[in-house]
Structures are given as structure tokens and as C-alpha cells.
């Protein structure tokens, strides 16, 4: 690569910034404490699960490196506690707060995953109902109003308890993370199809979709090229809501028994082994976990409420 080309990249790179930092979104950013007090804490566990094999100080699930004469440790600030396990241990020997990294990991990569299957799933019918009309429309329409009538930790089990009835019970534990995303996923994609089809709904009328009739193109290419991308804004802050609500289900079904297994274990795994401490005076083994759910779904909540205001021109 020249100078030249070079010079051309770094140019192009600082624009791109120099946008960004005069975006109304940006403004609007620096201008919420609670926003940028919510960020700091959600890239924090986020950065910390994403590398929690460098972060995490001890491999909690590692059982060559565990050992009993450390198990229920309390917390380093308490009598008999260890520096070496800030937050204690648990009856197994394993370090709280490397547990609560790892769990932080497999519950963001549950609900994120879920999430986006819900989303192509509930963007692609609600765009194919609002820009289609007709009985197309009500048919996908009425299986969207019949599944909202159902709470979503329901249709999780009901995925659940049908998948552990089909495969064979050694099996169980390999196919937890598929079941889990597909019951998270299946319970949220109406709430997407009904905000795009709405959206779409608006947007099919405007001009520049007539314009684009007339010109010849065809309606899968109008869908997915021009009305799709003046749908996403509402289908952004639904997804960034979504993640922490997918989080909560997953900690939820952990906690009933249907999570994943022991040995990787979620946040909510954790909680629900804890649990079973928290009356006989071992109660960090479920209180740290539980902090931690909280501050993880608390913050992408408040950036989710952020985001709704800043993309509202209502607001503005």
C-alpha cells in the first residue's frame, strides 16, 4: 500500500469520526449521565465475558485445578476469607467471582443469539405481512396475536420439555444451548413482525416506494433495498431491550432446571446452585451471581430506554 493510499485510508478514517462525534446520536450520549454510566458498566461485563479466559483469575471449571479444602470460602473481607477468591467459593472449591465471568459469557451468548434469530425471523414476516397485505397479512398477524397470548417462559418450557422428550436423555446436555436459543427465540419474534409491519404499513405508501413501482423493480427488491432499512429504527431499540428480557428468560429457565448444564453453568445456573446455600450462612454463593444479572440487565435496559428517547424525533 502507497503513501498515498494510506493518507486516503487515515483521511476517510477521521471523517468517519468527526461524523460521528457531530450525530445528534452523539449529543445526545454525552448529555445523559445515566447513559454513559449504563455503557461503562455493559462494555465492562461484556469485555470481561468476551475475554474471560485472560480476565477471569482462576478457571472455575477446570477440575484439575480445583480443590476441596477451599470449598465455601466466604468473601476476602470476611473472617477466613482469601485474597486469592474475592468473592468466596463455592461447595465445589470454585472461585465466585471467575464463575460469575465464565456464567456472564454463556448468558450474553444466549441472549444475543437469540435475539437475532428473533430478529431475521420477526423482521422478514412482519416486512412479507405489512408489504403484502391481504390474507398473507392476517394469517401472520392472527399466529402473532395467538402466541402473545402466551407468557414467553412458557413457549420456552413448552420448546423445551418437547425437545427433551424427542432426543434421548445422554443427549440432554449437548443440545441445552440449541434448545435454549430456539425457545428464547421463538417466544420474541412477534413483537418484531408487528413493529416492522406497522412501520411497513407507513412506508409502503410514501413516494419513493410508488416511484420505485413504476420503475419496474420488483417487490422483493423494494422490501428488502428500500422500505427494510426505514424500518430498523424502532427495531433497534426492540432489540436492545430484548437482549436483557432474553437474558432474564434464560437466568429464569436455569434457575426452574431446563438451563444449561452444571458444568457451563449461565448466570442463572449459578443462582439456582447457590440457592441451595443461601439459608445456611453460604450466601455469596447466590448473592454475587444474582448482583451480577442485575447490574447486566439494569444497564442495557437504561441503554435501551436511551436509545428509544434519542431516536424519537419526538423528543428532540
Known sequence: MGLGQVSVSAAAGKSILSRCRDSDLFHSFVRSPL???????????????????????HHPFDLS??????ALLPP?????????????????GRDVLS????????????????????????????????????ALDAVIMRVADVQLSFPSILIALLVDGIARAIFPHELHDLIAFPVLILSISLAGWP???RTVRGSTLVEKHKEYVQ??????ISSPRIMFRHVLPNVLGPVLVLATVHVATAIITEATLSFLGVGVSPTSPSLGTLIRTGNDYLFS?????????????????LSVNLLGDWLRDALNPKLQ
Open 35 to 57: 447513559a454513559m454510566v449504563a455503557a461503562v458498566i455493559a462494555c465492562a461485563m461484556i469485555v470481561a465475558a468476551v475475554f474471560a479466559p485472560w480476565v477471569a483469575p
Open 65 to 70: 485445578t480445583l480443590n476441596l479444602n477451599n
Open 76 to 92: 476476602a473481607w470476611v473472617s477466613h476469607g482469601r485474597w486469592a477468591f474475592f468473592l468466596g467459593t463455592d461447595d465445589q
Open 99 to 134: 464463575a460469575i465471568i465464565y456464567g456472564s459469557r454463556i448468558s450474553l451468548f444466549i441472549g444475543v443469539v437469540a435475539v437475532l434469530l428473533s430478529l431475521v425471523f420477526g423482521v422478514g414476516l412482519g416486512l412479507l405481512s405489512g408489504f403484502s397485505g391481504g
Open 191 to 193: 413483537q418484531y413482525a
Open 211 to 216: 416511484a420505485a413501482r413504476v420503475m419496474g
Open 281 to 297: 450462612g453460604e450466601w455469596w454463593i447466590t448473592i454475587f451471581p444474582g448482583l451480577a444479572l442485575v447490574l447486566l440487565v
